[in-house]
């Protein structure tokens, strides 16, 4: 496995968007390389013959029926925890990016 | 910016050769969401609605909330998968498509990855001139849409220069069907057309489907062209460019041939083509680069813990498969040979996107000839004038009644524009309108004899030229007469009577 | 003993009795409690949020129902604690983390919800490591809870609030979420009965996502009777869960009242029964067995080989799947948000409110997820990880051939000083060791008191895990064993527990310090 570098956590940290000190990367990346160490065992025994689990208990096909419910919530309830609204929509500040 | 530099089209085509791959996204028209059981804005019944009143806990992400699938989406998309001649996954799973965006809700998108609903199709696309291609179909996935964002301060609502965006969320967890080509090669010039044909093969359809509203002016369908050249005789392909935000037909051609001009003028200066994102500008007709492919495009696919997998049962896949409409083009073919159009009518009525109409005009009783008449001739007009749809203007029903009433002498030619005119502007049936308006033809020839010996009476030198033989003369009093009835008279039966008139007047 | 005090120490088993007989109304029921929380709940710090006002209400209402003649469930009118990881309409939730910081919900968990209808009166909630990460409620960004056994111990994590909260007899019933340990934990370190039950068993709606397939609510409570009655309230399907199991359950409190070992065999997973355990947790939970194979059941020893590497599964899965669950923390909802000096863009001020509202503990998790998911690196370790829980559900398989529940101790320590562990995160993820693979197979378990460590004189606890499904098995054990030990100590171990009103003044002290 390859070491964790400061660049690396920088990049996760910008992926999971926190802005992360110098400090705290530095830190993370010492911890990082720790615990990877100590979970890197799994891939001893992870071979190729042993399906995946992802669900602890296998189910399939649950389906909702296509029916509007009162789960709905009204405007005043959808925003009531908005740190900024505008009318009945939420408010963001300016966009770096582009149109996804 | 840059002046962007465009080879020419036909010496694009001499030196390269375009290869073409299209997304199309089509938003399902069922009563909820995808994973959401709030009213879904792709319905038809509640389009339009009012900023964040669509939305349950799930839509907006809220702590603690949980997806659960639409059972009817799954049944839509499985039907559309079919319609589209691929295999039905025996088992399909959701994945989370990990980034931050402030109109993504949970800031990771419910999709499909490794085991979409739909793979390996095919679907029979024809062009203008009646020559067909098949796409190849990779794969088709469900999805859910995102929010909508919309940006103050700055330029005309873009982007670049806001001050802030609002948000409105009603839009997010609408069912998409994500539709995946494969690479489509052998195009050649035609892959502008192509890619055209395409995305309205797929509106056709999904509309054939009963599974969408599939306007694209409304974004019930959107498209992204995946354009790349490779020189002619070469093996590799070229780096490709994802176009986006294409959405009307007349784009799609446009976008595919621009990038066609735009990155040959690049090769053949041995530039290099960039991978990435543009973005098209109806108003310019033109792309802008996006976001380079990079790192940020790590989407951290995992498979969706909250959702269990589907497993469409056979017995219900062969149900569907049965219930399908005929495709597209076959239907086409079919209908064409029914009518017995001339290409040039066919032409017609498929570039206007009005075969169903027509279809359901002529199944409500019109003649082929009248229905392919009004449509494409006064409704399309008055479509342009309106700038909106056809379509939209007046049912099948009202227009076959329409037909039926002037073949019945009913209405002239004249007074059923009249007729059609109070149908768009939403007054009834046409029956209602002649009604209301007394609009029905003259038919009585003593009221029109009466007319007729008044006007010969009153204009005797045109009397004296009919009675010359200089029969066109009558005209004049033929005018006056449809005049003096408002228009509601038959003017061939005018005619005839003022030739008789004449002849009798002594 | 004064009335309010009596009241305080009933099981809710038998506060629901004198209720259901009107000997005792739920408004003075209630009130006890509230006035327990007001004493001593400055020491230990049980509670985020006590909403007085609220639960007399609800206890109101259920006296006038009953009083009216309407029909009520078994455990209306009893007071309970909910966890902060549940959101509640009306009461804040936070998830014991700063980014959520006074966000009312504008709707209820769906246990949440069942409790509500069954008349249980909601007193508050409770606190537990910041987004339910850790084993000592010491990640809490409100501050740590303290073990009523000892205020400078830890009470277990991450739902130490719960567990105090029912140690401290501040309330009878609390629920609880259990992701890789964080009901069965506590209840080891607190000496209470907490249980995980079958993943799917109750619904996850409105539980605040840690890891999506490893997270269960559940039972925290003083007796195994009463976590049974706790249990058939908020168990059953739930259409807003697609992982809720849509079987119906039997009755978990007729499980304990008719609890018998006989016959029972249960197995020794002998990965778990180590020295790698404290000296004193091993002896009690070898009395324990004695205890119940006297009693007609057969101990077996059985083998897990794999077991030993669900830890490191465990904390790959966990926070990947943390990492995408908590991506919705980003300030355009709810929550805080944090707008860098000067403005920024969208992505800017994300970045820093995630930076300013996550702990430590957190932003390491989020992190490590981000990692494990990544380009090139999901087979490796999120793939892989998947493929070791194949193997534990396997090791699962073959033991449950043999035998009907398994034993092991539920933690390898009791109780240890706050602080202790804090700076070492993988000395802190080794606390799960004995619990963590029932989350990676789905399957229940549960942890109740076994004794007192004769080394410190802290509470041990014994846990039984069933089969995916079987939950009852562990309320036939847990009732048997409860009953047999109960009468070997001459009453409840929580008995033993110290009076908190002495430490109180301490604890104020300090705090004014």
């Known amino acids: 496995m390859p070491e964790i570098s400061a660049e690396q956590v920088a990049h996760l940290a910008n992926l999971a968007r926190i802005a992360l000190t110098e400090e705290e990367i530095a830190h993370l990346t010492t911890e990082l390389g720790q615990i990877m160490q100590a979970v890197e065992q799994v891939n001893q025994v992870a071979t190729p013959d042993v399906p995946p689990t992802s669900h602890p208990i296998p189910m399939q096909n649950v389906f909702r029926a296509d029916v509007v419910t009162d789960d709905v919530l009204s405007p005043e309830q959808a925003l009531s925890g908005a740190p900024e609204r505008d009318g009945d929509r939420f408010v963001v500040s300016a966009i770096l990016g582009e149109e996804q | 910016m840059a002046r962007v530099e465009l080879m020419d089209y036909e010496q694009a085509l001499e030196l390269f050769e375009p290869v073409i791959g299209l997304e199309v996204h089509v938003e399902l028209n069922t009563e909820t969401k995808m994973f959401s059981p709030a009213p879904n804005p792709a319905n038809e019944k509640y389009h339009g609605a009012a900023p964040n009143t669509l939305v349950s806990p799930v839509c907006l992400g809220l702590p603690g909330s949980l997806p659960v699938v639409n059972g009817e989406a799954v049944e839509k998309s499985i039907s559309l998968g079919l319609a589209l001649g691929c295999s039905i996954a025996e088992s399909s799973r959701f994945a989370r498509k990990n980034y931050f965006y402030p109109d993504l809700a949970k800031n990771y998108q419910i999709s499909q990855y490794d085991e979409p609903i739909a793979f390996d199709g095919e679907v029979e696309v024809e062009l203008a001139d009646g020559r067909t291609f098949q796409v190849p179909i990779e794969r088709a996935h469900m999805e859910e849409d995102a929010g909508k964002l919309t940006h103050v301060g700055g330029a005309t609502g873009r982007i670049q220069g806001a001050e802030y965006s609002l948000v409105d969320y009603n839009r997010a967890g609408v069912p998409l069907v994500e539709i995946v080509t494969r690479p489509i090669f052998g195009a050649e010039g035609d892959a502008p057309e192509l890619a055209k044909a395409y995305v309205s093969t797929i509106r056709d359809i999904a509309i054939s489907l009963g599974i969408s509203e599939a306007r694209m002016e409304r974004g019930n369908l959107r498209c992204d062209a995946n354009v790349s050249l490779r020189p002619r005789g070469a093996e590799k392909l070229g780096t490709r460019t994802e176009t986006k935000n294409v959405n009307s037909f007349r784009s799609i051609e446009r976008a595919v041939r621009y990038e066609i001009q735009r990155q040959a003028a690049i090769l053949a200066k041995g530039g290099a083509i960039t991978q990435e994102t543009r973005h098209w500008h109806e108003d310019t007709g033109t792309t802008s680069p996006g976001r380079p492919k990079s790192d940020a495009d790590d989407y951290r696919y995992f498979p969706e813990p909250d959702l269990v997998p589907v497993v469409p049962s056979p017995e219900r896949v062969a149900e569907l498969r049965a219930a399908l409409p005929e495709p597209p083009a076959a239907r086409r073919r079919r209908l064409k040979a029914e009518w017995s159009f001339t290409d040039l009518e066919f032409q017609d009525v498929v570039n206007g996107g009005l075969l169903n109409e027509v279809a359901a005009t002529i199944a409500a009783g019109a003649s082929p000839a009248a229905a392919r008449k009004w449509w494409t001739g006064e409704l399309t007009r008055l479509a342009n004038a309106s700038e909106t749809d056809a379509a939209s203007l007046a049912s099948p029903e009202h227009v076959a009644e329409l037909a039926a009433l002037v073949e019945a002498g009913t209405l002239t030619d004249r007074l059923a524009r009249q007729v059609l005119e109070g149908v768009v502007a939403g007054e009834g049936s046409p029956q209602q309108i002649v009604d209301a308006r007394g609009l029905a033809v003259v038919s009585d020839d003593g009221a029109l004899i009466a007319a007729i010996d008044e006007a010969l009476a009153a204009q005797p030198d045109v009397l004296a030229k009919i009675r010359d033989g200089k029969v066109q003369a009558a005209g004049a009093v033929i005018g006056a007469v449809m005049k003096a009835m408002q228009g509601k008279a038959d003017a061939a039966r005018v005619r005839e009577l003022v030739l008789e008139r004449a002849a009798a007047a002594e | ?513």
Request: glycine share 10%; aromatic share 6%; hydrophobic share 40%.
């Open chain 3, 1 to 513: 003993m004064s009335h309010s005090d009596e009241l305080i120490r009933l099981s809710a088993a038998e506060l629901a009795g004198r209720l259901g007989r009107g000997e005792v109304s739920s408004v003075e029921a209630t009130q006890a409690h509230l006035d327990r929380i007001a004493a001593v709940d400055g020491a230990v710090h049980a509670f985020l949020h006590v909403n007085a006002e609220g639960a007399l209400r609800a206890a109101a209402e259920v006296d006038r129902a009953r009083a009216a003649g309407e029909s009520l469930g078994e455990l209306a009118g009893v007071p309970i604690a909910i966890k902060d990881v549940l959101v509640t309409e009306g009461m804040p939730s936070t998830s014991g983390s700063k980014i959520l910081e006074g966000w009312i919900p504008p709707y209820d968990a769906t246990p949440v919800r069942k409790v509500r209808e069954a008349g249980l009166v909601p007193l508050g909630k409770t606190n537990m490591d910041e987004f339910a990460m850790g084993s000592s409620t010491e990640h809490s960004a409100y501050g740590p809870t303290h073990n009523p056994w000892d205020l400078d111990r830890i009470p277990g994590g991450s739902g130490g609030g719960s567990a105090a909260s029912v140690a401290a007899f501040e309330a009878p019933l609390a629920l609880g979420s259990d992701t890789g340990g964080s009901i069965r934990q506590p209840a080891h370190v607190t000496g209470t009965v907490g249980v995980k039950p079958t993943y799917g068993a109750v619904s996850r709606y409105g539980s605040i996502a840690l890891a999506s397939s490893l997270d269960q609510i559940g039972p925290v409570t003083r007796t195994v009777l009463d976590a049974a009655l706790l249990q058939d309230v908020i168990a059953g399907h739930d259409p807003h869960d697609s992982t809720s199991i849509a079987e119906p359950w039997p009755s978990m409190a007729e499980a304990v009242r008719r609890a018998d070992v006989q016959g029972l065999r249960i197995g020794v997973v002998k990965e778990l029964d180590t020295d790698g355990f404290q000296t004193g947790v091993r002896q009690r939970f070898h009395e324990s067995l004695e205890l119940l194979e006297r009693n007609g059941a057969e101990i077996v020893e059985v083998e897990a080989p794999n077991f030993e590497h669900a830890i490191a599964a465990y904390y790959l899965i966990l926070p990947a799947e943390a990492s995408s669950n908590l991506a919705k923390f980003d300030s355009v909802r709810f929550g805080l948000r944090v707008t860098p000096q000067g403005g920024g863009t969208v992505e800017q001020v994300m970045a820093a409110s995630r930076e300013a509202g996550f702990g430590p503990e957190v932003k390491r998790r989020i992190i490590l997820g981000t990692y494990a998911l990544s380009a090139g690196y999901y087979d490796a370790y999120y793939g892989s990880a998947q493929k070791v829980r194949t193997l534990v559900q396997r090791d699962f398989d073959q033991a449950f051939a043999k035998v009907d529940v398994l034993a092991t101790p539920t933690a390898p320590t009791t109780a240890f000083k706050l602080g202790e562990k804090l700076d070492d995160p993988l000395a802190m993820y080794l606390n799960d060791i004995a619990t963590i693979p029932a989350n990676l197979a789905g399957v229940p378990g549960i942890s109740l008191p076994a004794g007192l460590a004769p080394e410190d004189g802290l509470p041990v606890g014994i846990q039984f895990l069933a089969p995916a499904r079987q939950d009852a098995r562990l309320y036939n054990v847990g009732g048997a064993l409860e009953r047999l030990l109960e009468a070997e100590w001459g009453g409840p171990l929580l008995a033993k527990a110290p009076d908190l009103s002495t430490h109180e003044l301490t604890a104020t002290e300090e705090g004014a310090l």
